[in-house]
């Protein structure tokens, strides 16, 4: 009973707790709006709409769910191409990660290994990577569109279906990515234990075998660490590409809404991005830990 009552206790209670915290010292610092009746210099009467408290122009909760309600009650409506469900946003998002992600681990696995095999390639490319790695996805996007300028895939009705924004989205996605899963994978690979490589020399094994049998299972939990925080920047380039180039999803809602003033629906976008990497990051680590128990 202690034991269940303790579980209870860490997974529901205290995150209640923490979010009743948040949420009260939300209200607290939001702004509050008072409505006045006043007459005008003509005698007619005018309502006056004012706001004030520590932060005039934020929202507060009760505010932020009426003005959002439309896009969580219909979470798949699709009512233009900016104006749509926040589920349907999400996917659009997802999808664009996805594609990004992918690009990443195929690109970066073999780097890894490369970088945690051979002494000279990490001393050839490693001060590179340095380099690269801290730039910013919004200095990779515009070398993105400029790269991929001029490319067009036309569907069958002759419209485009993938553009130079849509390559600079994935070239940005990917290149930002990667870098964990190329570090966490040298680092594994590097950790393999020398007794491990030993044995596969003496039972002659192929390279191919000894990188199927020894290498891979045995860098396999330093991958996963990178590929979780692989996903982790790759949802968070996404928003920022999305803002800049204006295309549906989370990050283009989030920046046609600032555009418009809308606060409430910032807010609402800002819980969106939490919630879905907070999901992603949970997911990640249970395929992690179905690996590590295999």
Known sequence: MK???SLKL???LLPLVGILLCLGGWAIIAGKSTTTQTVDDWGDPVTKVERHGISKNLPSPS????????????PLAKRGELDQGILRFAWLSLKLVAQ???IALLIGTPIGFLLGLSKNFTKAFDPIIQILRPVSPLAWLPLGMVLFSGLKVMDASGRVSFGTSDAAALFTIAICAMWPTVLNTAVGVRAVPQDYLNVA?????SKTKTLFKVLIPSALPYMFTGFRLSLGIAWLV?????MLIGKPGVGGFLWQQYNANSFAHIILSILTIGVIGYVLDRMMSLVEGRFRTA
């Open 10 to 12: 860490d997974i529901l």
């Open 63 to 74: 505010e932020t769910w009426t003005a959002s309600k439309p896009y969580i009650a219909e």
């Open 100 to 102: 990004g992600y992918f």
């Open 201 to 205: 020399k003496v039972l002659k094994l």
């Open 3 to 5: 034991f269940f009552h």
């Open 238 to 242: 996404i928003v920022a590409v999305e």
